[in-house]
């Protein structure tokens, strides 16, 4: 069965450093998303992509986040520089919004601690 | 925030007993949706319920939705602890924009 993959599963950084995080979707699936979820809480969209275009990243901090998805597959979320406030779970997720389904399928997550 | 609210915030049960978990959005929306999560994983998707349904159901689970209330609830029949993870709803608005709740955190006690 198709996954999601994400790279690392998990990451230590130290604040002020710059960390990544990548992401490759189930083939075919046109929209990709990015979620920051903190421990106890539901997961919050940080951006949405519809192939390379983004659609929403209105809770993304723009002046320390970004991320790309160059060629409409897979896609990259970088931080720098990082705070201790980021140390979180990034998920991404994908999903086939044609027709009326709008399942997404989650990766497994990277877990940031920032020191 | 802009997340839902979901009720209650955490739940313990028996082995056998049934699992009731309530969700509650602020906008309209075209379909809501439930989702699983076992401790530090990635969120499964468990059942949609779309904006002009009412019920649902998808073997032990049964939805239900009430659009005037904006609310939904989540039923677990006949509980199991494989059941025990945290449950999140999830309300698709116009515009592509899934909004998640808080969260249900589920301990089945065997």
């Known amino acids: 069965e198709a996954e999601v993959a994400q790279s690392p599963r998990y990451k230590i950084t130290e604040k002020s450093q710059a960390v990544a995080f990548w992401c490759d979707p189930i083939?075919?699936?046109?929209?990709l998303y990015w979620y920051r979820q903190i421990l106890g809480q539901g997961p919050e969209l940080l951006v949405q992509?519809?192939?390379?275009?983004?659609?929403?990243d209105s809770q993304l901090p723009k002046d320390r986040f970004s991320a790309e998805r160059l060629k409409g597959v897979d896609s990259t979320l970088k931080i720098q520089p990082a705070e201790l406030g980021d140390s979180a779970m990034y998920l991404c997720?994908?999903?086939?919004?044609?027709?009326?389904?709008?399942?997404?399928?989650f990766g497994p997550g990277t877990r940031l601690t920032v020191t | 925030s802009q997340q839902g609210e979901e009720d209650p915030q955490a739940l313990s049960i028996q082995e056998g007993e049934n699992a009731t978990m309530n969700c509650s959005y602020k906008t309209s929306i075209n379909n809501l949706q439930w989702y699983r999560q076992n401790s530090g994983r990635g969120l499964v998707h468990l059942i949609l319920i779309r904006s002009n349904e009412r019920e649902k159901h998808s073997g032990r689970l049964r939805v239900t939705l009430d659009t005037s209330k904006k609310s939904s609830s989540l039923l677990i029949t006949a509980s199991r602890a494989a059941d025990t993870a945290s449950y999140f709803c999830?309300?698709?608005?116009?515009?592509?924009?899934?909004?998640f709740g808080a969260g249900t955190r589920l301990f089945v006690k065997a």
């Open positions: 997720a994908s999903s086939n919004q044609g027709g009326e389904s709008y399942e997404q399928y």
């Open positions: 999830a309300a698709h608005t116009g515009g592509f924009k899934t909004i």
């Open positions: 083939s075919g699936h046109a929209t």
């Open positions: 992509f519809q192939d390379e275009s983004v659609v929403d």
